[in-house]
Each structure stands twice: as structure tokens, then as C-alpha cells.
């Protein structure tokens, strides 16, 4: 959708924007919640559209009052129930389908019948192929990941000698994933055929962008997103049906690599120590998946990435399916139809869940780690893994929907890193300036137009 229908649909919103916030007033009867932000019916409404680029100042608002408790704040069409505190978090994340449905919520949060077909929603054979075959043989296809890794370094950076060059981190990573990712699902030749590269990552942007834009229209307003077909058409029968998984891989991927790099660069004191973990390990027991496990400064870094970067202000959305609502264990009950999600972003930066809670700490995790090690505490020390989720660490949600794709992520995501410390300088742009997130709604993306240095190792 351009942005001129876009505007267009956007102005019919004004007209069913009284009827659909009766439904919020409804609610609001319903719920004993209590509301951050106005409760008056005109002013929720600036509420909810205040929503849209203020939501961190509303949630974190809302956190801080409630830290161990469930807030309402207005959007334009519902309220969004949000959940604060490892208690009432674990209530979520265990609580049955039936009653709180994942699915209900992703389809709200993603809009993914729009934006990635029917298919990913409504087919669970791709939940069964990244649960067992994907994460299963992820040791057998590591040799190829790998290989797809240096080439595609190679291929997309060209550089010579030691001359240092700029490229825009964000489509500079995303051709990198994509090729990497589309190197396991559909192969070699197609996983480097330019059109084809093209298209993913197009589609990658276009489903954040219209994700957000498609939220903020009437659900009759929604329009469906055409790259899905234009690539069905393009790739083989059985490769059909893991291509929304792959594009779902190069969405998320490409966000937490972009992010990491511009971490890199904001912080270099990181790069030698990762590059001599690395090169260390790699001596010791080449490269293999296993060896990635040793490779706990890098784990360290993406986790710590990941947690100050949360690409959701939000995480876990759910909506509440069962007829008698949600009880949770405080007793507050969240009528039918509602919207809950958990406060990620603020649950990150709390400092009584972290030291300098705000600061960037690298290896704190591999810190953390030997601690536990050193004390005995065998178990905690997978407890700060890149791959382990938790209630203060949210980025994967946690319980039972908790990200199946995670072990994948973390394998191609450290793998690159690795690949990069080992065989690359990086600097900023600008030095001491990290590009600024876009935040829309309840989303943070890393900034699209943001640039990078890098030369061949010297
Ligand atoms: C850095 C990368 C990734 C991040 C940050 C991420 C994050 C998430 C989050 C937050 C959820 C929802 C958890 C919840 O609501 O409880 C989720 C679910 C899911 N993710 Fe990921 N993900 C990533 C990579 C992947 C990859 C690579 C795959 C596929 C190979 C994948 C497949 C899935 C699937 C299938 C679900 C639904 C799980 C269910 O229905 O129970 N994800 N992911």
C-alpha cells in the first residue's frame, strides 16, 4: 500500500472511531484495571493515538507504578492490558491456549494474515519443522551455514586491500541474512539469485512497515501484502511451504544483527576481546556448532544486545479467548476479548532485575556465567545463555510459546559474529554517535539509514 492510500483509508478511520472505542468504554466497565493515561472517552482517545509515538513514556509510566502488578493504557481500537512482574508474567506465559490465545494475539500484534499469508498462521507444520527438523540438524547443516557466511561477506562487502568502507547497516545485513538463512531452506542456486535476494528483503521492511500502518485501520480497512505470491510463484512446490518461515527468519534475524553491529561499533573496546575468544576456540575445535557453545563472550554480547535493544516495547501478546475471561493469580480478571501483553522493554531496564540497568555491559552474561560456574551453580550457567529465556529476560517471550526459532537464531547470528571479529575492522560512522532507533507504536527498529565502517582485518 503507498502512502497516499494509506492517508486515505487513514481518514475514513475518523468516521468509525467513536463507534469502536464504545466497545473500549464497555470494557472498561468490565475490568478493574487501572487506566495510565486519561479515562475520559474523548481524551483515551488522544490516548490511543498518543500511542503511537509515545507508548514508552506511557508503559514505562505504568511500570513504574504498578512494577509487580497489570495497567490499561488506550489504543485506538482496544485496550492494552499490560502485565508487569515475574508473578503475574509466569501467569501468561503458562496459561492454556484455550483461554489466552498466542495465536489471537500474534495475528493482532503482526497482522500476519496480511503480511505473511494465511499460511503461517493457520499451517502449524511450520511450528513441527522448526521444533524438530530445523533445531535438530542444526550440527549437519552448520558446514553449509557457515560456507554461505563467508561467501556472502565476500560477495556483499567487495572490499580490497585496506581500504575502509561505508555501507548502510541495515539492507547491508539483511542481503547477509537472507542469503544465509535462504541457504538451509531453499538451497544453492536460488538462495543467491539476485531477484530473488531483492524481494526477501523488500518483504522483510514491507511487513514491519505495514504491520504498524495496518494496526492503525479498521479491521475492514486491511489490506492483503502481495510479495508472498509474487515469490510462491517464483520458487518450487516443496519449497512453498517453508518460505513465510524463512522471511520470518530474515524479519527478526536481520533487526538483532543490525542492532549488534551498531553495538559493536558505539562500543569497540568489545572487538579484540571477541576476536581472541574466537580465534581461540576455532584453534581448539574448528568450526562446528559446538564449538559456537564455547564461544561465551560473543553469546554474551548478542544476549546483552538483545536485552537493550528489545525490538518490543511489548512482548507476548495474547488474547483472551475463554467466554469467563482470565483470572489471574492476584485475582484480577481480564474480561473476553481483551488484549494482554507483557512490559518487556521496561522489565529490561529495571534496575532491581540489573546492575546499570540502562548500561550497555557486554559480557555481562559471560560474567555472570563463570560466577555460577565458579560457586558450582551448574545450572545457572545455562540460565544466561543467548538461547535461554527467562522472566527478566524477555526477548524471546518465555513459557510455553517461548521462540522455538531461537536455537536457529542464535546459531546463524553467532556464527556471523564470530565470522566478522575474526575477519573484519569496524567503526562508526561518526565517531560516539549510535544511530537513534525508530520507535512507532509499540516497536523499536534500528535505524534504517544508519552507516558502518568496515575494512579487511590488518
Ligand atoms: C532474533 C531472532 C528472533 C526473535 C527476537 C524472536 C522472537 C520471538 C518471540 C518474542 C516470539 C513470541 C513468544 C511469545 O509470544 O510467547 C516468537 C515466537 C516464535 N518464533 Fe521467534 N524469534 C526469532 C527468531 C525466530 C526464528 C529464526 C524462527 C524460525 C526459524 C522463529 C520462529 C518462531 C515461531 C514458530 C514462534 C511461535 C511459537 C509458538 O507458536 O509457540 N523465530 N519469536
Redesign the pocket.
Known amino acids: 500500500m503507498d502512502d497516499q492510500t494509506f492517508l486515505l483509508l487513514y481518514g475514513v478511520l475518523a468516521g468509525v472511531l467513536f463507534a469502536s472505542f464504545r466497545k473500549a468504554v464497555y470494557d472498561r466497565k468490565v475490568a478493574n484495571v487501572p487506566i495510565v493515561g486519561f479515562s475520559g472517552f474523548i481524551a483515551s482517545c488522544w490516548d490511543g493515538l498518543r500511542f503511537i509515538h509515545q507508548a514508552p513514556e506511557l508503559i514505562q509510566r505504568g511500570y513504574e507504578l504498578y512494577p509487580e502488578g497489570i495497567f490499561r493504557v488506550a489504543r485506538l481500537f482496544r485496550w492494552e492490558y499490560v502485565v508487569c512482574g515475574p508473578k503475574l508474567i509466569k501467569d501468561?506465559?503458562g496459561a492454556p491456549e484455550h483461554v489466552v490465545s498466542?495465536?489471537e494475539?500474534?495475528e493482532e500484534n503482526v497482522q500476519m494474515k496480511f503480511t505473511m499469508g494465511r499460511e503461517?498462521v493457520e499451517n502449524?507444520y511450520?511450528?513441527d519443522?522448526?521444533?524438530t527438523t530445523?533445531?535438530r540438524n542444526l550440527h549437519k547443516c552448520f558446514p553449509d551455514v557457515r560456507d554461505e557466511i563467508i561467501c556472502a561477506f565476500d560477495d556483499v562487502l567487495e572490499l580490497e586491500g585496506s581500504e575502509w568502507k561505508s555501507y548502510p547497516v541495515l539492507p547491508t545485513m539483511m542481503t547477509i541474512v537472507a542469503r544465509v538463512?535462504n541457504r538451509l531452506f531453499v538451497g544453492l542456486p536460488l538462495c543467491r539469485d539476485k531477484a530473488y535476494l531483492a524481494n526477501n528483503v523488500a518483504y522483510a521492511v514491507d511487513v514491519i512497515r505495514s504491520a504498524n500502518k495496518i494496526t492503525l485501520l479498521p479491521p475492514f480497512l486491511r489490506p492483503q501484502n502481495d510479495f508472498i505470491s509474487w515469490m510462491l510463484n517464483i520458487v518450487d512446490e516443496d519449497q512453498k511451504a517453508v518460505l513465510p518461515?524463512?522471511l520470518?527468519?530474515l524479519s527478526?534475524?536481520m533487526?538483532?544483527?543490525t542492532q549488534a553491529l551498531f553495538d559493536l561499533t558505539t562500543y569497540p573496546e568489545y572487538l579484540l576481546p571477541m576476536r581472541e575468544e574466537a580465534e581461540r576456540v576455532v584453534a581448539e575445535e574448528g568450526w562446528s556448532k559446538a564449538a559456537l557453545n564455547s564461544m561465551v563472550k560473543i553469546d554474551s554480547f548478542l544476549r546483552e544486545s538483545?536485552r537493550i535493544n528489545?525490538?518490543?516495547l511489548l512482548?507476548?501478546?495474547?488474547k483472551v479467548i475463554a467466554k469467563e475471561g482470565f483470572r489471574f493469580s492476584d485475582g484480577t480478571v481480564l474480561p473476553y476479548g481483551s488484549y494482554v501483553a507483557v512490559a518487556?522493554r521496561p522489565t529490561h531496564y529495571d534496575e532491581s532485575k540489573y546492575e546499570n540497568a540502562t548500561k550497555f555491559d557486554g559480557f555481562r552474561f559471560a560474567q555472570e556465567r563463570t560466577e555460577h560456574q565458579a560457586n558450582h551453580e551448574s545450572n545457572d550457567v545455562f540460565k544466561r545463555q543467548m538461547i535461554s529465556t527467562a522472566v527478566d529476560h524477555?526477548?524471546?517471550?518465555?513459557?510455553?510459546?517461548?521462540?522455538?526459532?531461537?536455537?536457529?537464531?542464535?546459531t546463524?547470528?553467532k556464527a556471523m559474529m564470530a565470522h566478522l571479529v575474526l575477519n573484519y575492522d569496524v567503526k562508526p560512522e561518526v565517531e560516539g554517535i549510535r544511530p537513534a532507533d525508530i520507535v512507532f507504536g509499540q516497536n523499536f527498529f534500528p535505524n534504517p539509514t544508519g552507516r558502518v565502517r568496515f575494512r579487511k582485518r590488518q
Not at 512482548?315 to 495474547?318: A, H, P
Not at 524477555?394 to 542464535?410: E, I, M, V
Open positions: 501468561v506465559a498466542f495465536a494475539g500474534a503461517i502449524h511450520h511450528m519443522l522448526v521444533r530445523l533445531t538463512s518461515l524463512t520470518r527468519i527478526v534475524n533487526v538483532l544483527f538483545q528489545t525490538s518490543g512482548e507476548m501478546t495474547r518487556a524477555l526477548s524471546f517471550g518465555t513459557g510455553k510459546h517461548a521462540c522455538p526459532g531461537r536455537f536457529f537464531a542464535a546463524e547470528l
